[in-house]
T-cell receptor, first 112, second 114 residues
């Protein structure tokens, strides 16, 4: 079945530097790719998503890129800040009648 | 605040017992999802309801059951509890039932089985 691999499991970056988290999916029919951020003690929150008809999407300091040929998508966070420290989950879906398949999560640590 | 309400926030119980977790979705959302998150683990999808009907089932144990009521709130029942059931249980809601929609998560119920 569909599988989503997420790397790295933990990422530590200096405040102000950029962070990149990568996910690889197995089903080429996947067409929706959201990213969720989970802060300590809270539920996950959607921060950005992309659909397969778009190669890149930006929202202020965060961006997501999609490479359909290689079947991977990445989350880019620039000018990292302490409040970016959280666990980030990627996911993939083939469409509304299929379940969302989640990556294992990446713990992002921003060092002051 | 996501608009999704989960109660209780914390639950401590003993092995063999039965508990009920409650979720109220955002106003207007018809779909409710239940997820389990064990310590340092990812999100495990349990079950989804849409407008009162079961829509999809994930890795939900037979000891677990759920339902969605006419007012759209949902309950997750966990019975014959084992130590390994200790986890954070999240409820999420969405407007429709499609997996390509934004999910709104509650703050979770932390279950501790002693």
């Amino acid at each position: 079945g569909e599988n989503v691999e997420q790397h790295p499991s933990t990422l530590s970056v200096q405040e102000g530097d950029s962070a990149v988290i990568k996910c690889t999916y197995s089903d080429s029919a996947s067409n929706y790719f959201p990213w969720y951020k989970q802060e300590l003690g809270k539920g996950p929150q959607l921060i950005i998503d992309i659909r397969s008809n778009v190669g890149e999407k930006k929202d202020q300091r965060i961006a997501v890129t999609l490479n359909k040929t290689a079947k991977h998508f990445s989350l880019h966070i620039t000018e990292t800040q302490p409040e970016d420290s959280a666990v980030y989950f990627c996911a993939a879906s083939k469409g509304s009648n299929y379940q969302l398949i989640w990556g294992a999560g990446t713990k992002l640590i921003i060092k002051p | 605040d996501s608009g999704v309400t989960q109660t209780p926030k914390h639950l401590i119980t003993a092995t063999g017992q039965r508990v009920t977790l409650r979720c109220s979705p955002r106003s207007g959302d018809l779909s409710v999802y239940w997820y389990q998150q064990s310590l340092d683990q990812g999100l495990q999808f349990l079950i989804q309801y849409y407008n009162g009907e079961e829509r999809a089932k994930g890795n939900i144990l037979e000891r677990f059951s759920a339902q969605q009521f006419p007012d759209l709130h949902s309950e997750l029942n966990l019975s014959s509890l084992e130590l390994g059931d200790s986890a954070l249980y999240f409820c999420a809601s969405s407007v429709g039932g499609g997996s390509d929609e934004k999910l709104f998560f509650g703050s979770g119920t932390q279950l501790s089985v002693l």
